[in-house]
């Protein structure tokens, strides 16, 4: 017989009633049942209840282990009395009678229970991280994680990908976020960086003649911490493909995604691609206030400016005077009591705003009436021009927001998901897709004025160098995100593979033709060479898997997360470095004030 098992926990069944067999795992549970003890056994697979009498060789043994004491049991499996019968596991049909028993590993008295649904500090949780790894939610998240890579893999082959690996030590490089430095021994003063992502890898790649790539791609991005975010490391699938428009790299990393939530979604509904829209990137912010819309929510916010300018509601009249300015309306279909869109007001004053005006309809008998201060300062006939743009009736409200749309547009979005969420408007059994297109190059600075990047620069303008002849703020790129119930998924985009356009995008976001060389002088040498279009996109795997497993915070899909300060409470990370260490690197630390 095997070492330390011939059996999993969670493979025996009535046909093994009568062998002898050997199971290693670690103590669950024991009960105590007036002398005759039970151990529920745990390991990777399952759970197996083993027991033990008095008349065990080993009961005086088995009366000194604890929870979560690693062992190894010998021992005759037995049918359970049918009243007894756990049909929840797959071993519930059986039970091994304890004759040998060998600790493996004792433990100490534990800081967290693995056993039960216990809540424990996520300092506890993270610092004792192999102890809450062993619970079963955890154990089930990590073998979906590997799962579904191990799924995005076969799939990307069957699509004719082939897997190349990109360097982890490279140069800095302006993805979006702070890199992270090394310092270099061999070459004093100067300092290598953790790729953010393979962003120049993967289009090198293809000028040098490899038509489809992918990789699960570790990036390293230095970035303040949030639930849906890591703020040190997170994984990837890297693609990128030769010879594309826009609508081809939809079309082959939609099947992907879409397969990998049918085949891990637990039953949830799954929009098929061929659905999923295409919304331009200012439609999505006027609509829904994001540019990773949850669209399991119906409601669509509407631009309804006209009704309130030159109204009697001096507030939205007066800031419609101002250049850029605009008054939206949140619908909120069965929104329509006072006490729900008080509710609501108070919501926006939370996140910084002095409010939401709100109109709502009710029913008075011999017609509709509109309540609310809003209806009462412009009157019946623009209320009612209101009401018929925005579709509502009796028991329906609408909530309105003015100003500069950057001032209110991310209150507006979360409003959008409250109303929705609290109204039960949101359909939480489905994953809703959209692709996020059109997205601007190029942003201004309100206090500067200096234009920069907004997104990728590596995306190639819509227009190509015509486009950028003109107005910077009104270039598009071919750059595009993939949205699902409320999170960015996906990003990519059409790159800029022709030198002279390259070198114009950069120049107008104050990037000099030698800092150009200087930065990204590999890929700007490589487009002289025949460089094909290409294209692609990279997936969150992280966040992808918080999806599936239905979690709030990616930290319950990362195997060893950070915590929210970016520290490492297990491996006790960042550390101070050794002296010699700073010696051997040239390196000396300043004390902060």
Known sequence: MHAYRSHTCAQLTKENVGETVRLSGWVHRIRDHGGVLFIDLRDHYGVTQVLCDPDSPVFKDVEKVRSEWCIRIDGNVKARDESLVNPKLPTGEIEVYIRDLEVLGS?????????????YPEETRLKYRYLDLRREAMQRNMTMRSDVVASMRRRMWDKGFREYQTPIITASSPEGARDFLVPSRLHPGKF????????????????????????????????????????????????????????????????????????????????????????????????????????????????????????????FAKLLEQDGTQIRAIPAPTGGSRKFCDRMNAFAQKEGLPGMGYIFWRDQGDGMEAAGPLAKNIGPERTEAIREQLGLGVGDAAFFLGGKPSSFERVAGKARDVIGAELNLTDTNRFAFAWIVDFPIYEQDAETGEIDFEHNPFSMPQGGMDALMGDPKAVKGYQYDLACNGYELVSGAIRNHKPDVMLKAFEIAGYGEDEVKSRFGALYQAFHFGAPPHGGCAAGIDRIVMLLADEQNIREVIMFPMNQQAQDLMMNAPSEPMPDQLMELSLRVIPQD
């Open 107 to 119: 433990a100490q008295e534990l800081p967290l229970i693995v056993f039960g649904d216990q809540e």
């Open 192 to 315: 290598y960086a953790l790729p953010q992502a393979p962003q120049q890898f993967k289009q090198l790649i293809m000028v040098s003649g490899y038509d489809k790539y992918f990789q699960i791609a570790p990036c390293f991005r230095d970035e303040d911490p949030r639930a849906d975010r890591s703020p040190t490391d997170f994984y990837q699938l890297d693609m990128e493909m030769s010879f594309v428009e826009q609508q081809d790299v939809f079309d082959t990393i939609s099947p992907v995604i879409a397969g990998i939530f049918e085949e891990f979604g637990g039953g949830r509904s799954v929009d098929a691609p061929e659905s999923w829209p295409q919304i331009p990137y200012a439609e999505a912010a006027l609509k829904y206030g994001t540019d990773k819309p949850d669209l399991r929510n119906p409601i669509e916010m509407q631009d309804v400016s006209e009704h309130f300018r030159g109204s009697g509601f001096a507030i």
